[in-house]
């Protein structure tokens, strides 16, 4: 068992950074996949970045050159470092993983899920 707890969010002007942090329990954390998954309103949850224990990473084509992912196996934590936000970036972002060692874009595909941190860009 896995548990999830994000942190990090909050409201920030267009063109600026925000880390989000995903605190998981689980003693073989570092063998699960993690995803970045965001929720806007009225939209389905779409995958943003993962990344696996050995630092393999995967992102969305349109985070792609603005956030990065990384993972601290040693304190059970993963980032997400988002820069050059912009007000479509505006959802509520969720940390996730799987027991597996290959990142799927598919939120079907997660076990374990954090509460969600709200994301809010400004224009």
């Known amino acids: 068992q896995v548990q999830l707890v994000e942190s990090g969010g909050g409201l920030v002007q267009a063109g600026g950074s925000l880390r989000l942090s995903c605190a998981a329990s689980?003693?073989?954390?570092?063998?699960?996949?993690v995803g970045w998954f965001r929720q806007a309103p009225g939209k389905e949850r779409e995958f943003a970045a993962g990344?696996?224990?050995?630092?393999?990473?995967r992102y969305a084509d349109s985070v792609k050159g603005r956030f990065t992912i990384s993972r601290d196996n040693a304190k059970n934590m993963v980032y997400l470092q988002m820069d050059i936000l912009k007000p479509e970036d505006t959802a509520l972002y969720y940390c996730?993983?799987?027991?597996?060692?290959?990142?799927?874009?598919?939120?079907?595909?997660?076990?374990?899920w954090g509460q969600g941190t709200q994301v809010t860009v400004s224009s």
């Open positions: 996730a993983a799987r027991p597996r060692t290959f990142i799927s874009a598919n939120a079907r595909d997660y076990d374990y």
């Open positions: 990344i696996i224990g050995g630092g393999v990473t």
């Open positions: 689980g003693r073989i954390f570092s063998t699960h996949a």
